[in-house]
């Protein structure tokens, strides 16, 4: 029997099709001139890739106790720019964590591997110039304690998106 590899040459077009939608998307501008999602509520995510002519954002990453552990789950991967402000809070003043970068190079983010709640916020990290690198993602855990014990851990990342 003779195979054609039509099957074969639908799939990959297919999925070369499929990778160069999620490659290049679809950019929303929201009518303030923020880049949005698909969401629309958060600047931050999925589309957020260039950074020109920009005001620089204050972005707060609301920590829950639920098992997703992020109030809003896009905001496992955050796309910011330089000089944008990145902290974390809760509603829950009870809640305790702690947000740990992992990276060798952790402190290129932000001038410091690590924040602590206090009060149910951190302080906030101003993304420092990404320039003299490669384009990096940073890895970080965040950490919910009860006491001293770790209950719940999350690991999501923050990738620079240039000035």
Request: charged share 25%; proline share 6%.
């Amino acid at each position: 029997m003779k195979k054609t590899g039509i099957p074969r040459k639908a799939a990959n077009f297919l999925v070369t099709g499929a990778v160069a939608v999620l490659c290049v998307g679809c950019p929303h501008e929201h009518s303030q001139g923020h880049r949005g999602t698909i969401s629309g509520h958060h600047p931050h995510n999925l589309h957020h890739f260039n950074c020109p002519d920009r005001n620089v954002d204050d972005y707060t990453i609301e920590v829950t106790t639920d098992p997703q552990v992020l109030k809003h789950p896009e905001d496992a991967v955050v796309f910011a720019c330089e000089g944008d402000k990145i902290s974390w809070s809760t509603q829950d003043a009870s809640l305790t964590f702690k947000i740990k970068f992992k990276d060798s190079y952790a402190n290129d983010l932000f001038g410091t591997d690590h924040f602590e709640s206090d009060h149910g916020h951190t302080g906030k990290g101003k993304v420092k110039p990404q320039d003299g690198h490669e384009p990096r993602l940073y890895k970080y855990s965040i950490d919910i304690l009860k006491g001293d014990v770790v209950v719940r851990t999350l690991d999501p990342h923050i990738m620079p998106t240039g000035k």
